[in-house]
């Protein structure tokens, strides 16, 4: 298991990959085929607008507070594959990263829910670091937007300088 240390935290809040709203979210992805979606507030977005993401990471909370239950309930039929899971705030579990990575090996079983009983802020570094180079993983930025990040050897680079610190 890795943690976050308190050091790192303005770090995360560094924008990795391109900060859009809504609307150029939902534009950049209209033709993207393999979209990973970090948090409930965006997979919510990707799903009531009929993109599909191959796989989805939430945990039904949204800064802080319970999501609205239609929207979590809309969020929990998603998906062919759910998978349950323990993170605690400011840690990324091996249960974390054996649920990414079986998402992404067994894709075509997809798409997959992995639920988060915890906090699945840090899954996008997972999700980031193990995505093939044609993957695009999404999450959302508090109070700022969507990032939208292409899995580069770039981003990917990002990524593990940070894992490195944990």
């Known amino acids: 298991m890795r943690v976050l240390p308190k050091d790192l935290r303005g770090k995360l809040k560094e ?13 950049l992805l ?13 997979t919510f977005t990707l799903i009531k607008n009929g993109i599909t993401p191959k796989i989805a990471i939430v945990d039904y909370v949204t800064e802080r507070k319970k999501i609205p239950e239609d929207r979590g309930k809309k969020i929990s039929m998603f998906g062919n594959v759910h998978i349950k899971i323990k993170n605690p705030k400011g840690t990324l579990t091996d249960d974390l990263w054996n649920a990414v990575d ?8 997809g798409p997959f829910l992995i639920e988060i009983e915890g906090e699945e802020d840090l899954g996008s570094l997972v999700a980031i670091y193990l995505a093939p180079s044609y993957a695009t993983i999404i999450y959302g930025l508090p109070n700022k937007g969507v990032l939208v990040v292409k899995a580069t050897e770039e981003h990917k680079s990002k990524v593990k300088e940070i894992l490195d610190k944990m």
């Open 15 to 27: 924008p990795i990959g391109q900060l859009v709203n809504e609307n150029e979210l939902l534009e």
């Open 30 to 42: 209209r033709y993207d085929e393999f979209i990973v979606s970090v948090g409930d507030l965006v």
């Open 102 to 109: 079986r998402a992404y090996k067994n894709i075509d079983d």
